[in-house]
């Protein structure tokens, strides 16, 4: 079974800072998919960054870019430019890209880093 | 983009009523829905998986019968919480796709359910 891991139960950055918050997955399979979520205190899932295990290259959307190792099996979200509306609950999930198992597609998540940002 | 509305976002009941908790895929055919679990500071637990049509298939630990879930067309499942008692007491969230395996899951805003 796959297993997501996130070591940093809490972390704070200052506005405008960078900050790296780690994940490390375990799986047997070749293809998949993992993401990085954001939850607000409003408890809206909010998809950050999506990577494709088969792509090298990693993902980047404005702010917020990843580090994927996949050898390592190890999925970093660093976020840049840090504001205060990115302060959140950030789950990072992974996710069978086929149908292994029986799997149905849906997501495993890790535990969670809550992020603070200081003004 | 999709979107997903689940209903209610609150409700309060009382130790031994049932509640029904809606999820509806408003632009596109959900033809599985995920159902998850979210306990206060944790992270999201899979409850089941519900395939348009078919028995929903439950995680190891998840009662069935205490947890009915009902997918009877491509835009609505249901998850009906029967016998409530206050450790049901959780926020409860939905992920909707479509029928090709890798379709992106679209989520629901979550519903918080409090049993008195």
């Known amino acids: 079974a796959q297993t997501v891991t996130q070591s940093q139960p809490e972390m704070s950055v200052q506005e405008a800072e960078t900050v790296t918050l780690s994940c490390t997955y375990d799986t047997s399979e070749s293809d998949y998919y993992l993401f990085w979520y954001k939850q607000p205190p409003s408890r809206q899932m909010i998809l950050v960054i999506r990577q494709e295990a088969y792509k090298q290259q990693n993902a980047t959307e404005n702010r917020f870019s990843v580090n994927f190792q996949k050898a390592a099996k190890s999925f970093s979200l660093k976020i840049s430019d840090s504001q205060l509306g990115d302060a959140a609950m950030y789950f990072c999930a992974y996710r069978s890209a086929l149908n292994y198992g029986g799997s149905q597609g849906n997501l495993i998540f890790g535990k969670g880093t809550k992020l603070s940002v200081k003004p | 983009g999709a979107v997903v509305s689940q209903h209610p976002s609150r409700v309060i009941c009382k130790s031994g009523t049932s509640v029904k908790i809606e999820c509806r895929s408003l632009?596109?055919?959900?033809?599985?829905m995920f159902w998850y679990r979210q306990f206060p500071k944790q992270s999201l637990m899979l409850m089941a998986t519900s395939n348009e049509g078919s028995k929903a298939t439950y995680e190891q630990g998840v009662e069935k019968d205490k947890f009915l879930i009902n997918h009877a067309s491509l835009t609505l499942s249901t998850l009906t919480v029967t016998s409530a008692h206050p450790e049901d007491s959780s926020f409860y969230i939905c992920?909707?796709?479509?029928?090709?395996?890798?379709?992106?899951?679209?989520f629901g805003n979550g519903t918080r359910l409090t049993v008195t």
């Open positions: 992920s909707a796709r479509a029928r090709e395996y890798n379709s992106p899951l679209h």
């Open positions: 632009d596109f055919q959900a033809t599985t």
